[in-house]
């Protein structure tokens, strides 16, 4: 089973932050947060991961609180192209495990 | 080029049907993944294989057998297919360093009549 869960959907303005909630907790202490997405029917797509520290790539940053119970992925100015299904994931650190999906988020951003 | 590429991308067949997706990648990554998808429910791992020598399976592998012929290619096989194991194929890689993220192949529509 999932070690995360997410509502099951959220609507964004086009240009607006969307802030994407995730409850993991029950997380180990060397379990690393992950965030996909999958667009339509594609490949899973990877965003971004960590482990307690706040994370920032090109596409989106990641707050996990500090007692990592929760976390939150950004994307700073949501456009059309990022309506997806957007997966958080726990994972033990060293990648022994497997990635294991639950049912995600449905983000749709809105014109 | 894409770096995961899955052969057939669409494949219609019938029930007891011996049917092999096929996987490669040019990514040189030693893990291997194959997950199945159906309509608004998440990826399930199917079987996966941290090196050519490596087979695991995963949730779901009743009814799938695989093979890692090489580091660069990993096969899913449904030996005799059902209407239930209509869905949606991934194949994945990893590079099996610490904390690396998975790429996805473009996936493999399968129904099975």
């Known amino acids: 089973d999932a070690k995360t869960t997410q509502p099951t959907s959220m609507d964004c303005a086009e240009g607006r932050a969307a802030n994407l909630p995730c409850n993991h907790s029950?997380?180990?202490?060397?379990?690393?947060v992950y965030w996909y997405r999958q667009i339509h029917s594609q490949g899973p797509q990877y965003i971004i991961h960590?482990?307690?520290n706040n994370e920032t790539n090109e596409m989106a940053s990641l707050i996990i609180t500090e007692d990592r119970k929760s976390s939150t992925l950004i994307l700073p100015h949501a456009t059309l192209r990022d309506t997806a299904v957007y997966y958080c994931?726990?994972?033990?650190?060293?990648?022994?495990?497997?990635?294991?999906f639950g049912k995600g988020m449905k983000l749709t951003v809105n014109p | 080029d894409a770096d995961v590429t899955q052969t057939p991308r669409n494949r219609i067949t019938k029930t007891g049907k011996r049917i092999m997706l096929e996987c490669s990648q040019t990514k040189g990554h030693d893990r291997m993944y194959w997950y199945r998808q159906d309509p608004g429910l998440g990826l399930r791992l199917i079987y996966y294989?941290?090196?050519?020598?490596?087979?695991n399976k995963g949730e779901i592998s009743d009814g799938y057998s695989v093979s890692r012929q090489a580091q660069a290619k990993f096969s899913l096989s449904l030996e005799s297919a059902i209407p239930n194991q209509t869905a949606l194929y991934f194949c994945a890689t990893e590079a099996g360093d610490w904390n690396n993220e998975q790429f996805f192949g473009p996936g493999t529509r399968l129904t099975v009549l």
């Open positions: 994931i726990v994972r033990p650190q060293g990648g022994s495990e497997k990635l294991v």
């Open positions: 029950t997380i180990s202490g060397n379990e690393y």
């Open positions: 960590g482990l307690k």
């Open positions: 294989s941290f090196d050519v020598k490596d087979i």
